[in-house]
C-alpha cells in the first residue's frame, strides 16, 4: 500500500528553521513529482514547493517561501525534504507532501497520495 510518512514539524520563533520529511513507503518517490502543500483551519490548501521526477529535474515554489524554503530530494532514502529558513508566523500551518506522475501542477486536485500532515507553528 502507498503511503507517505511526514515528519519534523514543530514550534519554532520567528527567523528560525525546520526541516520536514516526507519518505515514501510502498511506492518509488523518484518516478512521481513530489509536493509541499499548507493548509490552515478554513482555508483552502495552498502549494508551497515541488519537485519534479528525477528526469525532469525542475522545483518551483511559492513567491511567498522563495529564497526562504528549500526542496530537495534523496534518491537514495526515497526520501523528499522541505527546509524552512527565516520562518515567519504567517508559516503556521498544517503541512502535506503529496505525490503526482512527473511533472508539477499547482493544483492540490492533481495529486493521487497524500501524507497524514505534520504542524508547523512559527511563534514567540
Known amino acids: 500500500q502507498a503511503q507517505f510518512v511526514e515528519s519534523g514539524g514543530g514550534l519554532v520563533q520567528p527567523g528560525g528553521s525546520l526541516r520536514l520529511s516526507c519518505a515514501a513507503s510502498g511506492f518509488f518517490l523518484d518516478d512521481y513529482a513530489i509536493g509541499w502543500f499548507r493548509q490552515g483551519p478554513g482555508k483552502e490548501r495552498e502549494g508551497v514547493a515541488c519537485i519534479s521526477s528525477s528526469s525532469e529535474g525542475r522545483t518551483y515554489y511559492a513567491e511567498s517561501v522563495k529564497g526562504r524554503f528549500t526542496i530537495s530530494r534523496d534518491i537514495a532514502k526515497d526520501t523528499v525534504y522541505l527546509q524552512m529558513d527565516s520562518l515567519r508566523p504567517g508559516d503556521t500551518n498544517t503541512y502535506y507532501c503529496?505525490?503526482?506522475?512527473?511533472?508539477?501542477?499547482?493544483?492540490?486536485?492533481?495529486?493521487?497520495?497524500w501524507g497524514q500532515g505534520t504542524q508547523v507553528t512559527v511563534s514567540s
Open positions: 503529496a505525490a503526482t506522475h512527473g511533472l508539477c501542477v499547482p493544483s492540490p486536485h492533481a495529486y493521487s497520495y
